[in-house]
């Protein structure tokens, strides 16, 4: 049998002397197009990591396509305000109810670094408390448990006056897709309000993924500052940070908190996610089709586990979801640790073959698009009952995967 991944295959090779390497699957991609990905050697799949949770409406969206093509014709920096970059902010605005006045930034991690400063200059404290399993940047040190509100409150009070913020993914990503237990949010609020410091959400992954308004307005909690990317750009590099106007005034250049650069606002990052939260502004029923297609496809999952016997645990909040490769409920970071890394490896080995595109770590939350379809649905759930018998064959070798048949161009 000819190696359908021998391109791919020989990058990866490559890549070793120059990058470091450390994936599941060495499959290099070439393009994408809505719901599917080609490889270099020509393979196509049904994406499930849509740019990291990046693609709402699939890859290469005419409108967003148009937009950025259209921007770069006139420059790709100006190192200065644009009218697109208030037009976005204006519908972030409108999306968001929370957020009153907002910040672009470069990235993510930019993002989430300028929200925990601007807390410190607003409270005037230097503690931060975030999550186990959630990663926000380097310098959050006190750690609790996620779920767990009596961990958060022993932190607070052991602290007491010093805590400047809790930061939260509210959606945890970062383990596969974890959702909030009941109240743990609600109590989140409660507690940073009693304790006089700022609650953070950290909506990059679910910012304009499970609503409109993200995570906060799906769970019905406010927090005071949020910090967003991935859709928000389109896929392009792009980070935001805002909150109440009071808080956000302690910024630069109004306020004494120095945050600057730049490049910040790019204007093609600034057009794209203007075309792509204009098409959510414009029609928000885009969250029903993907919360019926997420029904079915999370159904169809369950069916496929309970036929093999198979006690396997899944999670699902609109289009963002994770199969756990455990017997047990996955609510924290302990608890995903649980999980046999192994036998998910082999299942994304198995799932490639058969041209479906999974996140090469069981500890990264899949994500589908609008542009997902029927016919995507029924290879995913078709395939993947083929790639749970063999994950669970032992006679089944992985190394021994040559690619799938090359897609028509």
Known sequence: M??????????FAEAQDVIPVDVNAPVFLERAAGAHLFDVDGN???????????????HAQPDMVRAVQEAATRSTAFGAPTQV???????????VPSVENLRFVNSEMEAMMSAARLARGFTGRDKSITFEGQYHGDYFTLLARYNDLTSV???????????????????????????????????LRVLCDEHGALLIFDEVMTGFRVAPGGAQERYGVAPDLTTLGKIIGGGLPVGAYGGRKEIMDYASSVGSVYQADMLSANPLAMHAGYAVLRRIADDPAVYDRLERYGEVLEQGTQRTLDDLGLDLYQTRVGSMGCLFFSDRPVTDS????QCDVSRYGRYVHAMLEQGIYLPPSQFEACFFSDA????????????????LERAFDPDWNPATVSGRRSADK
């Open 334 to 337: 302990a608890s995903a640790q």
């Open 372 to 387: 997902h379809g029927a016919v995507d649905l029924a290879s995913t759930l078709n395939a993947q009952r083929c790639a």
């Open 153 to 187: 409150q022993a932190m607070l009070e052991a602290n007491r006056g010093e805590v400047a913020c809790v930061i939260v993914e509210p959606i945890a990503g970062p383990m596969g897709c974890i959702p909030p237990e009941p109240g743990f949010l609600e109590g």
């Open 44 to 58: 196509r799949y049904v994406d499930y990591v849509g740019g990291g949770g990046s693609m709402l409406f699939g």
């Open 2 to 11: 000819s190696d359908r991944l021998a391109r791919s295959r020989r990058l």
């Open 85 to 95: 970059e208030v037009r976005l902010a204006e519908l972030v605005a409108e999306l």
